[in-house]
């Protein structure tokens, strides 16, 4: 079993609707999560982290904690063309190892 | 403008050829990752560094090599021992052992030739 599973997609959606994005590990005792944002041929940029259960928004984004079902989503509202990219979930191993563990990534297409 | 300068963003190998990949941060980040992208796959970690003067082996360690003498540098060889260098490569760094995300380089294309 992977440690960090994402549908590799693509994921189309029409400009301006909501795009939900899905990851899930399988580290019970991980406590750090983060969405990147990748461009073709581009490196990775960090969107959003999540620590706790629930919640987190920022403009467009939110991101969504399940700790119990080992599930965190990416929401976003409004899709644009320029959001068109993959979009990589990563999860933070637990200490000694600090190491960020990162799904294949799922592609999101949004087209007008 | 601080940030994380990766070097050369292209390179060509030849077979049986060591290469070096540079990485340099400003950001007074203690702790640097190399990682290995190959196309529909995730990000691989090969080694990573959380105090200079030492590093540890990631997932994929074998055929690189690293060194961690300053602080703000992270050299990564490759070395004629990893026999599919060709990918994407990228650096990354964090503070507090990277609780808030990693920062990336914008990533160096190594293809062998």
């Known amino acids: ?112 | 403008d601080g940030g994380i300068t990766q070097s050369p963003k292209y390179l060509f190998r030849k077979e049986g050829q060591n290469v070096t990949l540079s990485c340099e941060q400003n950001l007074n980040h203690d702790a640097m990752y190399w990682y290995r992208q190959d196309p529909g796959q995730g990000l691989r970690l090969i080694y990573y560094s959380q105090i200079v003067n030492d590093f540890q082996k990631g997932d994929i360690a074998e055929g690189y090599s690293v060194s961690r003498e300053k602080k703000e540098s992270f050299p990564l060889t490759v070395t004629s021992a990893q026999k599919n260098p060709t990918a994407f490569y990228l650096c990354a760094s964090s503070v507090d052992r990277g609780q808030n995300g990693y920062t990336f380089g914008s990533g160096t294309r190594l293809t062998v030739v």
């Open chain 1, 1 to 112: 079993q992977k440690e960090v599973e994402q549908n590799s997609g693509p994921l189309s959606v029409p400009e301006g609707a909501i795009a939900s994005l899905n990851c899930t590990y399988s580290d019970r005792v991980s406590q750090s999560f983060f969405w990147y944002r990748q461009y073709s041929g581009k490196s990775p940029e960090l969107i959003m982290s999540i620590y706790s259960n629930g919640d987190k928004e920022d403009g467009r984004f939110t991101a969504q904690l399940n700790k119990a079902s080992q599930y965190v989503s990416l929401l976003i509202r409004d899709s644009q063309p320029s959001d068109s990219a993959t979009y990589l979930c990563a999860v933070m191993n637990p200490p000694p190892g600090n190491k960020l563990i990162f799904g294949a990534g799922t592609r999101l297409a949004v087209h007008p």
